[in-house]
């Protein structure tokens, strides 16, 4: 049975960074493209950046570019995020996603084949 869990998320103030991790057990994790993903209340999901099976790319959306950054460690299958710089409009919930589709897919939640549960951000101003 395929679990990702995802911890790390809590009450921050804007400026300050945390850093999310994502578990990954019963799959090949190695094979899997990783991304997180985010939902605030009563939006829809949105992307927030993934990583090639490697490790070596990456990318991601706009509004997080030059503060968060997503790095793995396949021997121990997680994947982490590390946010900085804060912002009230970070909060959401952050989830984590495992994906054998192509890397460049990696923006459409849709392609992905595993997702965690969830982990709650909340930034104050």
């Known amino acids: 049975q395929v679990r990702l869990v995802e911890s790390g998320g809590g009450l921050v103030q804007a400026g300050e960074s945390l850093r999310l991790s994502c578990a990954a057990a019963?799959?090949?994790?190695?094979?899997?493209?990783m991304g997180w993903f985010r939902q605030a209340p009563g939006k829809e999901r949105e992307f927030v950046g993934v990583?090639?099976?490697?490790?070596?790319?990456?990318s991601y959306a706009d509004p997080v570019k030059g503060r968060f950054s997503i790095s793995r460690d396949n021997a121990k299958s997680t994947v982490s995020l590390q946010m900085n710089s804060l912002k009230p409009e970070d909060t959401a919930v952050y989830y984590c996603?495992?994906?054998?589709?192509?890397?460049?897919?990696?923006?459409?939640?849709?392609?992905?084949?595993?997702w965690g549960q969830g982990t709650p951000v909340t930034v104050s101003s």
């Open positions: 990583i090639s099976r490697s490790g070596i790319s990456t």
């Open positions: 019963g799959l090949t994790f190695s094979n899997y493209r």
């Open positions: 996603g495992a994906s054998l589709r192509p890397f460049a897919e990696g923006q459409n939640w849709e392609v992905y084949n595993y």
